[in-house]
Structure formats: C-alpha cells, structure tokens
C-alpha cells in the first residue's frame, strides 16, 4: 500500500470515528486528545514487544501487538494530517536524513 493510500484512508476512518465522539462526547476530539490516544497505543506496542520477548510478566498476543502497530501507524497518519505535515516527504525527509548521516 502506497502511503498516500493510508493517509486517505487513515482520513476516512478518522471522520467517522469523529462522528462517534460528536455522539458519546458533544464535539470530536481534538489534536491533543488524538496525540494522546496515539501515547496510549504506542505504549501497548512497548508492553507487547517486552512480553513477545519475554521481559513483561502478561502473555504475549501477536494479534494485538500487529493491531496496535497499525492502529499507530494511523493515529500517525492522522497527527501528521491535522499538523499539516505530509507523510510522505516527512518519512522520505527522515529516511533520507538518516541515510545520509549513516554514510
């Protein structure tokens, strides 16, 4: 999948998921609470790779550590889109950087 696909949509999930906030909470979440609720998933994704390698006392779920990893690849997708930044040229900015510094 090209990443111009998952910022699409990554957009179209996102507003659904603002119409459901609108109902449980009066308006959609905003920036900050979005940044948030990609903290929480990220460290979901830190609790999952320590049980995969044995260093978390919970049992490992591959299942949950791949969801989790999408689901912040997206929230990614989204933060990006409501700073104004484009995926693409901030990952092939990153890369491209690193690449270079690595050399």
């Not at 179209?12 to 929480?40: C, K, P, S, V």
């Not at 997708?77 to 690449?99: H, T, V, W």
């Amino acid at each position: 999948m090209e990443i111009k696909e998952v910022s699409q949509r990554s957009n179209a999930i996102r507003a659904q998921y603002h119409q459901l906030e609108m109902q449980q909470d009066g308006h959609a979440w905003t920036t900050e609470q979005d940044a948030l609720a990609f903290l929480t998933d990220a460290g979901l994704v830190g609790r999952q790779v320590m049980a995969h390698a044995g260093s978390w006392p919970d049992g490992k779920d591959e299942q949950l550590l791949a969801d989790k990893i999408g689901e912040s690849i997206w929230w990614l997708s989204i933060l990006a889109d409501e700073s104004g930044i484009d995926l693409n040229q901030a990952i092939e900015g990153f890369l491209s950087a690193k690449e270079s510094q690595l050399k």
